[in-house]
């Protein structure tokens, strides 16, 4: 075979576009989850690529591509062209140089899971999936589409994954955080879902244009080879791809903006992510402004879809995968059925008068990869559920799985801040400073201040018990530190023994007057005690007086709401 420069050169390009994808990934994913779990996604996000290049290699590459065989290839040996051939290869394009490529979509299948997955789920069995999806699940169904099996062989179309990929990722995230369950908190004992924001907003728009970045070349470079027409094509492929993200986004911000009275960070995110998912598949035949379109629909979609799954179907996907990537890639696939031009494809789409064959296909293909993959994944967590476990304990998920999982509890730190906190001062009334020392108002105070230091994973049954004995008010901060063990409890960092480990603690603030100091402490003892190192410590202070700022108040009076 004659090499093309040209061509090599750009799906090279695009294989480096979409390797930088991971990181994309792993930035979306981490800014919407909790601070306490931002490593353990970010380690998700390296060791699935890793896992999936070497197995991907050895195995799956064979599965995909090893033959023309209706429903699966065949294992010759590990990805080779003295073993394969270059029966597969695009025009112009050498072996290794489409093996990479390949590699890089395999990872981006496996990587979706991570987020919907997110918060509870074992490393271990993660290692699990990540090897299985690039072994064997991932290049059954890529098979029947990209290595000339059956669906390939009825006409179906995907330039570049909508089906393949994306839609591969969303059925096995619906399938394991099904499995799963909801994460600690996600929903009340009636069934309302209870919102658990990510921790960084910033964060997962920096992976979203990562992304956007990528699918240029996750897109752009599937039209090979690079002559002639295609040298034009490519153009349209970026414009639609580029379009449909946009129109998505806007769309998903503009229905989140009519429904909730304010424009959704996170529903504008994904958003533009379905607009991409869905282009990904027609890119290459469908016109400009029916990829607009498809965004549009995209937008909508991502929109629903994430309610339905969160508050119908009762399926806690932290980071929107499941709609974005499940159902933003079967709309793509149906698009084409729906848009096509036919210029590569059996027959124009159905609406541009081409019949009902081509969106049959379509339809076809997304329901039954959508339905083996959810099967399979299904059967594959059942099986790792039954044996080394599927989720950590709840201890654990309270804990954050930085430190659970990987012995790590200081990814950084989260700021609390306040709004308008450096605000100036206006119009601020003046109170007489006498009064606060005035034996008048200060008689017979006995207010004490009562800090209790604790594991993260007890808050909510300590408020519980305050509440019960009518502390109602609380100023709560999270914070890091260590005790006389030092939060060295067999931690290390880099194999090295740590010699002090930054613990995440909450603190808990109650100012107490009426109630018993004596009865707030033994109360909370019983709740924190476990008799393990790390219950914490509950300090006890006098205060010599309290105001309140807004009517001037001060001793037990500041303490007291007048509505009562």
């Known amino acids: 075979m004659e090499y093309s420069a040209v061509s090599t050169i750009w799906i090279m390009v695009g294989t480096v576009l979409i390797f930088f994808m991971q990181a994309g990934f792993a930035m979306l994913e981490t800014g919407m989850t909790r601070v306490k779990n931002a490593g353990n996604i970010a380690m998700k996000n390296l060791v699935d690529y890793c896992i999936g290049s070497v197995t991907f290699w050895l195995i799956g590459f064979g599965i995909m591509y090893g033959g023309d065989g209706a429903v699966l290839g065949k294992i010759k040996g590990v990805a080779m062209e003295s073993v394969y051939g270059g029966g597969m290869l695009p025009d112009g394009i050498p072996f290794w140089a489409f093996l990479i490529f390949q590699t890089v979509f395999a990872a981006t299948a496996a990587t979706i899971v991570s987020g919907a997955m997110a918060a509870r789920t074992k490393f271990a069995a993660y290692c699990i999936y990540s090897l299985m999806i690039s072994l064997v699940i991932y290049p059954i169904s890529g098979h029947w589409i990209w290595g000339d099996g059956w669906l390939a062989q009825l006409g179906f179309h995907d330039l570049a994954g909508s089906t393949v990929v994306h839609m591969v ?210 059967l594959l967590f059942k099986i790792v559920q039954k044996t080394i476990g599927l989720r950590v304990s709840a201890e654990d998920e309270m804990d954050g799985l930085d430190i659970s999982e990987h012995g790590f509890s200081n990814t950084y730190t989260e700021v609390l801040s306040s709004d308008g906190i450096s605000a100036p001062m206006m119009n601020v009334p003046k109170i007489d400073g006498k009064a606060f020392d005035s034996p008048e108002n200060a008689e017979n105070l006995n207010i004490s201040k009562v800090v209790i230091i604790a594991r993260k994973n007890k808050l909510d049954a300590l408020l519980h018990a305050m509440n019960d004995i009518n502390v109602t008010g609380v100023t709560i901060t999270d914070v890091t530190g260590y005790g006389i063990q030092k939060g060295n409890n067999d931690k290390y960092y880099r194999s090295s023994d740590a010699d002090l480990n930054l613990l995440p603690k909450v603190k808990v603030e109650v100012i107490v007057s009426a109630v018993p100091v004596s009865r707030v402490v033994e109360t909370a003892e019983k709740v924190l005690y476990s008799g393990n190192y790390g219950d914490g410590k509950i300090f006890v202070y006098d205060v010599k007086n309290v105001v309140k700022v807004r009517t001037g108040e001060v001793g037990r009076e500041a303490l007291i709401d007048e509505s009562k």
């Open 169 to 378: 990722g969303g059925a096995a995230a619906f399938a394991g955080a099904w499995m799963l369950g909801p994460r600690i908190g996600k929903y009340s004992r009636s069934g309302k879902s209870k919102k658990i924001p990510g921790h960084s907003m910033p964060l997962s728009v920096l992976g979203i244009f990562i992304l956007w970045f990528g699918w240029f070349g996750f897109n752009g470079s599937s039209v090979l080879p690079l002559t002639g027409d295609t040298v034009s094509l490519v153009g349209k492929v970026f414009c639609n791809t580029n379009l449909s993200a946009a129109a998505g986004a806007v769309t998903a911000m503009c229905i989140s903006w009519a429904w909730k009275k304010k424009p959704d960070i996170a529903m504008t995110l994904n958003g533009a992510l379905a607009g991409l998912v869905s282009i990904t598949a027609g890119a290459d035949v469908i016109s400009t402004p029916l990829a607009v379109l498809v965004g549009i629909v995209a937008g909508a979609i991502v929109v629903g879809g994430m309610h339905f799954i969160e508050n119908v179907v009762k399926i806690d996907d932290p980071v929107g995968a499941i709609a974005a990537h499940g159902f933003g890639g079967l709309w793509g696939t149906v698009a084409v059925g729906l848009f096509s031009d036919g210029t590569a494809t059996k027959t124009k789409g159905l609406l541009l008068g081409g019949g009902g064959y081509q969106c049959g296909i379509q339809i076809l293909g997304g329901i039954v990869v959508f339905l083996y993959v959810f099967a399979a994944s299904a």
